[in-house]
């Protein structure tokens, strides 16, 4: 009869030296132990983070597709995304639709359809590409946010410039990020899944930062 052993282990450091935790324990099978391995969330020892008026947290947008557009196909790409999902293809630097369906620029020729899974039919019109395990998703809201993202990131977020659902790529730090305003003081920031935790290191230093000023 296969005997699971009590005790369990994380496979790094510390908790918050992990990128991504991989819970691990072993079960004896035969005379020999075998390693099994459990996949939590990259923000799960980071996140929900509270500095001053500033809060990060984690946020899942579900399903993540990169969409390119065939060649002289973007028309009928459109077309097929507000009949499957009613949203349309965004202009540059702009998204459409909402929490739960929405459509980010995200490069010349590429948008991210964040949310649900894409509709077949889509393929005729574009190369659909999963992505949903590349990224992670992290909130940045409350008064303060835009003074956190200016010792950050090289362009202008300043509500005035970059209004409720515009949207770009740019660096935050090192690291290449998607940033939209999805609110007036709250910011919807994705970055490679390898890079969460010097993300959230990052943001907590400019937060202090901020916060110290008073």
Sequence with gaps: MEKRCVWSTI????????????????TPREDASVAELFASAPF???LPLSVGSV??????????????????????????LQ???DVALPAPNRTTGQAGCRVLWFAL????????EPDPGLAEHAALVDQSD?????????EGAEDVLARLVPVDVRAAIFKRGYTVRTQLQHMSVS????????????VFR?????FVHDLETAMEGVAARG
């Design 11 to 26: 496979c790094v450091p510390s908790i918050r030296d992990a990128k991504w935790l991989i819970r691990c324990s072993t």
């Design 44 to 46: 799960a020892a980071l």
């Design 55 to 80: 809060e990060l947290a984690a946020v899942d947008l579900g399903r993540l597709t990169l969409i390119t557009p065939y060649k002289d196909r973007e028309a009928a790409l459109s077309k097929a």
């Design 83 to 85: 009949s499957a999902h």
């Design 109 to 116: 020729g590429q948008v991210m359809l964040a949310g649900p």
């Design 134 to 142: 590349g990224w992670v998703t992290a909130t940045l809201q409350g």
């Design 179 to 190: 940033i939209t305003r999805t609110g007036a003081e709250r910011f919807q920031i994705m």
């Design 194 to 198: 390898s890079m969460a935790k010097s």
